[in-house]
């Protein structure tokens, strides 16, 4: 069992920036990625950004230039999401997720922590 706690989220105006955090722990040799998704009032859970142990990214499109996913190198527990130029459409509860990338970068999400809201205010 993995379990991840997010924090960093919270209330910024339009143009501003959060860094999101997220520290998984417990069974941690059993998973190899880790990611954000959101999910806004009324809308379906989006991927939003994930780092494989071997440093691979990948984005959102709409996200990508706008987000950085980055990792602690050490212990590969903590990821963390710096997101900057924030914008009002970026307005939702953002969740981390823990699980495994296989072959093809495909990635199964096992693991998920219980969210942090992030509001922009125009």
């Known amino acids: 069992q993995v379990h991840v706690v997010e924090s960093g989220g919270g209330l910024v105006q339009a143009g501003g920036s959060l860094r999101l955090s997220c520290v998984a722990s417990g069974s941690i040799f059993s998973i190899n990625a880790l990611g954000w998704f959101r999910q806004a009032p009324g809308k379906s859970r989006e991927f939003v950004a994930a780092?494989?142990?071997?440093?691979?990214?990948?984005y959102r499109e709409s996200v990508s230039g706008q987000f950085t996913i980055s990792s602690d190198n050490a212990t590969k527990s903590a990821v963390y999401l710096q997101m900057n130029s924030l914008n009002p459409e970026d307005t939702a509860v953002y969740f981390c997720?823990?699980?495994?990338?296989?072959?093809?970068?495909?990635?199964?999400?096992?693991?998920w922590g219980q969210g942090t809201q992030v509001t922009v205010s125009s």
């Open positions: 780092i494989t142990n071997g440093g691979h990214t990948d």
């Open positions: 997720a823990a699980g495994r990338v296989r072959l093809g970068l495909t990635y199964a999400w096992d693991f």
